[in-house]
C-alpha cells in the first residue's frame, strides 16, 4: 500500500485545504480508502473497473449508508488522481451507488423539552444550589437553545458569551464561521455559571487540564432525560439541536435563516427538519394562501 498512501495522503492534504473538510470527514475518508486499498492489495490507486465492482460486492453485507458513504470518498479520490494528471479514466462508476436514504433525525416534543427544563429548575431551587446543576442549565440552554453542536458546546472559550450580546461567532464544521443566536435566558444561565469557573480557565465548560469532552456532555444529558422521566436512548446533544431545528421550523422560521444557524453548508442538509407535522402544513395553506381571502371576498 505504499505507493497508495502515500496518495491518499496527498488528497487527504487536498480536502482539508482546499475543501476546508472536517477532522472527523478525513478521518472518514483515510479510513475507507486505506480499508479499500487493504482489500485490493495496495493497488487502489491503479484499480480498474473490474476490481472495484469486486470490491463493491464484498459490500453487500454492509448497511447502505455505509456503502454511499465509502463509494463516495473512493469516486472523490479518483476525481482527485484525475485532476492530478495521475490517472487518464475514472474507474469510480463501476462502484456501487446505493442511494442511502437520509433518516429523519430523532427529535423531542414540547412537552419532553417541558420536562427537561423543569426538572433542571427544580435542581436549582434547593439551598445551596449545586454548582453541577448551574453547569447543567447553561449545557441545555445553549443545546436547545442556539442548536449547537456538542463539540462547539464544550469547547467554547471562558469569555464566548457575554450578556450584553446576543450572539456568538465560531468557527464550527468545516472551518466555517457562523452567528449564532444566544437567548436572553441562555446568556443569563451562562452567567451564572461563569462564577463557578475560576478567571484563569481557558475554557467556559473546563474538566482537568482541557474542557468538558462530548462523552461526558452525552451522560449528563442522558442522566438529565433519566430525571425527567424521559427514556434516556431518546436523547442526545444531539437530537437537542434536532430539537431546536424542528422547533423553530414549526414556529414559522425561515429554512435559508435556520441553515444559517446549524451552520449548514448546503441547504439540502437543513431540509431534513421540514419533517414538520403534516396538519399544521395543511392549516398554514388554508389560513395563509392569498386565494383563501380572494375567496371570501367572490360573490
Same mark, same amino acid.
Do not use: C
Given at each position: ?5 502515500a496518495l491518499i495522503?496527498r ?8 475543501v476546508g473538510?472536517?477532522r472527523?470527514?478525513?478521518?472518514a475518508?483515510r479510513?475507507d480508502?486505506?480499508?479499500a ?8 490507486a491503479?484499480?480498474d ?12 453485507d454492509l448497511?447502505?449508508s455505509?456503502v454511499?458513504?465509502k463509494?463516495a470518498?473512493?469516486r472523490?479520490f479518483y476525481?482527485?488522481?484525475?485532476d ?5 479514466d475514472d ?7 446505493p442511494g ?7 427529535t423531542l ?11 433542571i429548575?427544580?435542581r ?5 444550589v449545586d ?9 441545555l440552554?445553549? *443545546?436547545? $437553545?442556539s !442548536?449547537? @453542536?456538542?463539540?462547539e458546546?464544550?469547547?467554547?472559550? =471562558? ?5 450584553d +450580546?446576543?450572539?456568538?461567532? *465560531?468557527? $464550527?464544521k !468545516?472551518? @466555517?464561521e ?6 436572553? =435566558?441562555a446568556r443569563?444561565?451562562?452567567? +451564572?455559571?461563569r462564577e463557578?469557573v475560576?478567571?484563569d480557565?481557558a475554557f467556559l465548560f473546563p474538566?482537568?487540564?482541557g474542557h468538558l469532552?462530548?462523552?461526558r ?7 438529565l ?8 436512548d431518546?436523547?442526545s446533544?444531539?437530537v437537542l439541536?434536532h ?6 421550523l ?7 435563516a435556520?441553515?444559517s444557524?446549524?451552520g449548514?453548508a448546503?441547504i439540502?442538509?437543513?431540509?431534513i427538519?421540514?419533517?414538520v ?5 395543511v392549516e398554514l395553506?388554508?389560513?395563509?394562501h392569498?386565494?383563501?381571502?380572494a375567496?371570501?371576498r367572490s360573490?
Amino acid at each position: 500500500m505504499s505507493n497508495d498512501r502515500a496518495l491518499i495522503d496527498r488528497f487527504l492534504e487536498m480536502m482539508a485545504a482546499q475543501v476546508g473538510a472536517a477532522r472527523n470527514t478525513i478521518a472518514a475518508y483515510r479510513s475507507d480508502l486505506a480499508l479499500a486499498s487493504d482489500a485490493l492489495g495496495g493497488a487502489l490507486a491503479n484499480a480498474d473497473e473490474a476490481a472495484l465492482a469486486r470490491l463493491g460486492e464484498s459490500w453487500l453485507d454492509l448497511s447502505r449508508s455505509s456503502v454511499a458513504r465509502k463509494a463516495a470518498a473512493l469516486r472523490r479520490f479518483y476525481a482527485f488522481l484525475m485532476d492530478e494528471g495521475l490517472r487518464r479514466d475514472d474507474p469510480g462508476h463501476a462502484l456501487p451507488r446505493p442511494g442511502a436514504r437520509r433518516a429523519l433525525p430523532k427529535t423531542l416534543s414540547h412537552a419532553d423539552i417541558d420536562r427537561l427544563f423543569a426538572t433542571i429548575t427544580a435542581r436549582l431551587a434547593r439551598d445551596p444550589v449545586d454548582p453541577g446543576d448551574r453547569r447543567m442549565e447553561a449545557l441545555l440552554e445553549l *443545546l436547545y $437553545g442556539s !442548536g449547537l @453542536r456538542a463539540t462547539e458546546l464544550v469547547s467554547l472559550p =471562558r469569555n464566548a458569551i457575554q450578556p450584553d +450580546r446576543p450572539f456568538l461567532i *465560531l468557527r $464550527g464544521k !468545516g472551518g @466555517r464561521e457562523r452567528l449564532v443566536p444566544v437567548s436572553d =435566558r441562555a446568556r443569563a444561565a451562562v452567567a +451564572r455559571w461563569r462564577e463557578h469557573v475560576a478567571a484563569d480557565r481557558a475554557f467556559l465548560f473546563p474538566s482537568g487540564k482541557g474542557h468538558l469532552s462530548r462523552v461526558r456532555l452525552y451522560q449528563l444529558v442522558r442522566a438529565l432525560a433519566a430525571a425527567a422521566g424521559i427514556p434516556p436512548d431518546r436523547i442526545s446533544p444531539h437530537v437537542l439541536r434536532h430539537a431546536f431545528a424542528t422547533h423553530l421550523l414549526e414556529g414559522g422560521a425561515d429554512l435559508r435563516a435556520l441553515q444559517s444557524m446549524l451552520g449548514h453548508a448546503d441547504i439540502a442538509t437543513t431540509e431534513i427538519y421540514t419533517h414538520v407535522d403534516s396538519r399544521r402544513l395543511v392549516e398554514l395553506v388554508n389560513e395563509r394562501h392569498p386565494l383563501v381571502d380572494a375567496g371570501k371576498r367572490s360573490p
